[in-house]
C-alpha cells in the first residue's frame, strides 16, 4: 500500500460501499467510512483507470509525491466542474470555480471573444472550453495527468454506440428496474434528501420512487410563476398523489435583483432562463434539505424536447429543400441558435470572432445528420455546457447537493442504445417514459402540453421597470459595446420595444445577460 498520496474531491461516489468491499479483499485497510479515501485506494488499486469504476458525480484530483505527478478526472455526464490554468510563472493551479483560481491572486482573465461568439450563439460557453482563453476546463468523461509541467488529457468513457432491439415491453420494464436502481444508489446519504418536483413526467416519476425507500413523506419543491405558466397545480397534483410533505414558491420577488445576483455568481456568461427559478428553488430546498434529487437528464436521454419532432413535421418541399440542400442536424442548430451566423457577423465589431465551435468530437464521429446526431449534440454539448452548469452552479451557491438519477451511466448506456421509435414519434418524445409514469399518474397529467421551467421571459421584458433596466444597461456606456456594435444592439432593442417584435426577446435577453456579465466580473479581467 503506496501512502504517500492526497486527494482533493468534489462529489459523491454512490457505488463506494461496494468498492470497499472489493478493496479490502484485495488487501487494502481503511481509516476512515468516507468515499473520498475509497477514491483514493481505487487509484492505489488501478492506476489511471480509477475513474472507469467510480460510479458518481465527481471531479478530482490526486497528488502522487512518489512520481510527483497530479492524476485528475472529472465524472462521466460532467455535473462536476474542473478548471486549470498556468499562471505566468508556470504554476499549475486548479479549482472548481474560475473565482477561486482569480481569488489566488496569481491571475486575471483574458476573455476570449470566440468563446463568447459561442455563446451568442447558444446562450452559454461549450463545455469544452471556458470563456477566457487562458483558464481551460477537464472535460466530462476525461481524466488527465500533470507531470513536469506539462498535462495530458484523455477520455475514458463515451456513450457507446451499441444498437439493441428489445421488444417494447422488454425495454419497459428493463428501464423500469434501471431507474429504480439509479434512485435508490442516490438515497444513500447521512442527511435527509428531498426531490425537486417541476410536475412534469421526470421529477414526477424521481419522486415516488424515491419516497418508496422513505418511511416518512419525502420533502418535495417546486417554483412557479405569477400568471398563467404556472406549473404549480402538476406538482401539487403529483405531491398529493405520492403523499410528499410539498413546499411552493411564487417566483415574482426582486427580478431584476435576483437575475444580477445569480449572474454575478455564474463564472462564465451562461442566459439559460431557468437560471433564475433555479436559484431560488435550490435556496427553499436548502432551507430544509442538505440533497435534493431532480428529473434532469431525461428529456436528453428519452428525446423529449420538442426539437426531435419538429424536423419531422416541416413541410414537404422544406424536406425536400433540406434532403439536397442542408440535413436534420443542420437545421436542428439553426433551431437552437439564438443569434445565427449573419446576425453575428452584423453584431461583432471585428467579425474574425466568429465560429462553428459549438459541435464537439463526439457528435463529430457520427456520419448520419440524423436524429441520433441530434442526441448526441444533446448528451455531450447541451447536457454538461448548459443544463448540468445551471443546475451545480445554481445549487452550490445555497450548499444544495443536486444528485440526477436520470443520468446514471448504465441507465443511458441502456437508453441511447434502444430504437429511436421507442422514445420519439411524429408528435412527442419520451413515450416508454410517459408509458411508465401512466401507472402512477393519470393520463391528463402526463399527457399535456410541456410548459417547462424556463422564465416566462417574453412577458417579463415587456414590463416597465424591465425596459428602463435593458436600456439603461445596453445603453451607450454599456461594456459589450467595445466588442459589439452599439447600433446593431440599438436595432434589436428597437425592434422588440418599437416595432413590438417579440421573435427577438430571447436575443435581448441573452445580450442583456452577457452584459451583466461583463460588469460584474470586470474585476477580474486583463
Avoid at 122 to 129: A, E, G, H
Avoid at 234 to 257: F, N, R, V, W
Avoid at 269 to 274: E, F, G, K, L
Avoid at 401 to 429: C, Q, W
Wanted: hydrophobic content about 35%; glycine content about 6%; some cysteine.
Amino acid at each position: 500500500n503506496k501512502k504517500n498520496i492526497s486527494i482533493t474531491f468534489n462529489g459523491e461516489i454512490y457505488n463506494y460501499r461496494e468498492l470497499k468491499k472489493d478493496l479490502i479483499a484485495k488487501g487494502h485497510t481503511f481509516s476512515t467510512n468516507s468515499d473520498t479515501e475509497v477514491i483514493l485506494k481505487t487509484y492505489i488499486e488501478y492506476g489511471i483507470d480509477c475513474p472507469k469504476y467510480l460510479d458518481g458525480m465527481f471531479a478530482f484530483a490526486i497528488w502522487d509525491e512518489d512520481n510527483k505527478s497530479l492524476f485528475m478526472a472529472r465524472d462521466r455526464f460532467g455535473k462536476k466542474p474542473f478548471y486549470y490554468v498556468f499562471d505566468k510563472a508556470g504554476t499549475f493551479i486548479f479549482a472548481s470555480e474560475i473565482k477561486a483560481i482569480f481569488s489566488s491572486g496569481l491571475i486575471k482573465g483574458e476573455v476570449d471573444l470566440s468563446a463568447i461568439d459561442n455563446y451568442l450563439a447558444l446562450m452559454y460557453v461549450p463545455p469544452w472550453k471556458s470563456i477566457y482563453k487562458n483558464i481551460h476546463v477537464i472535460p466530462p468523461a476525461s481524466r488527465a495527468v500533470y507531470k513536469n509541467g506539462e498535462i495530458k488529457i484523455e477520455k475514458y468513457w463515451s456513450i457507446p454506440e451499441n444498437p439493441q432491439t428489445p421488444t417494447y415491453e422488454e425495454a419497459k420494464i428493463k428501464i423500469k428496474e434501471l431507474i429504480q436502481k439509479a434512485v435508490k444508489k442516490r438515497m444513500v446519504a447521512d442527511v435527509e434528501i428531498g426531490t425537486l418536483l417541476s410536475g412534469g413526467v421526470d421529477s414526477t416519476l424521481v419522486t415516488y420512487l424515491a419516497q418508496q425507500f422513505m418511511n416518512r413523506p419525502i420533502k418535495t419543491f417546486s417554483v412557479g410563476y405569477q400568471g398563467n405558466a404556472s406549473e404549480l397545480p402538476y406538482a401539487k397534483e403529483a405531491s398529493e398523489k405520492i403523499g410528499t410533505d410539498h413546499y411552493t414558491l411564487e417566483a415574482k420577488a426582486d427580478l431584476i435583483g435576483e437575475l444580477e445576483k445569480v449572474i454575478e455568481y455564474m463564472d462564465e456568461p451562461h442566459a439559460d432562463t431557468s437560471n433564475f427559478p433555479q436559484h431560488i428553488i435550490s435556496e427553499l430546498a436548502s432551507s430544509k434539505v442538505k440533497v435534493a434529487l431532480s428529473g434532469d437528464g431525461a428529456d436528453e436521454l428519452f428525446m423529449g424536447y420538442g426539437w426531435y419532432s419538429k424536423y419531422r413535421n416541416i413541410r414537404k418541399i422544406v424536406q425536400l429543400k433540406n434532403f439536397f440542400f442542408s440535413n436534420p442536424f443542420k437545421e436542428h442548430l439553426k433551431n437552437i441558435s439564438i443569434f445565427n451566423k449573419k446576425e453575428r457577423r452584423g453584431l461583432w465589431k471585428n467579425p474574425a470572432a466568429v465560429n462553428d465551435d459549438i459541435i464537439g468530437e463526439a457528435v463529430e464521429t457520427i456520419g448520419k445528420n440524423d436524429a441520433r446526431k441530434i442526441n448526441l449534440f444533446d448528451l455531450t454539448t447541451y447536457l454538461p455546457g448548459q443544463l448540468l452548469y445551471k443546475i451545480d452552479r445554481t445549487s452550490m451557491m445555497h450548499s444544495l447537493e443536486v444528485r440526477s438519477p436520470f443520468l446514471d451511466k448504465d441507465l443511458a448506456e441502456y437508453v441511447y442504445n434502444i430504437p429511436t421509435k421507442y422514445k420519439m414519434d411524429r408528435h412527442s418524445g419520451k413515450i416508454i417514459l410517459k408509458d411508465i409514469v401512466t401507472e402512477i399518474m393519470p393520463k391528463e397529467f402526463v399527457y399535456r402540453r410541456k410548459q417547462g421551467f424556463g422564465a416566462p421571459i417574453k412577458e417579463w421584458l415587456k414590463e416597465k421597470e424591465m425596459e428602463t433596466f435593458i436600456r439603461q444597461k445596453l445603453g451607450n456606456s454599456a461594456l459589450i459595446n467595445n466588442f459589439l456594435k452599439e447600433s446593431a444592439i440599438k436595432k434589436y432593442i428597437d425592434m422588440f420595444y418599437k416595432k413590438k417584435n417579440d421573435s427577438v426577446g430571447y436575443k435581448l435577453w441573452s445580450l442583456l445577460c452577457l452584459e451583466l456579465w461583463m460588469r460584474s466580473h470586470q474585476k477580474w479581467h486583463e
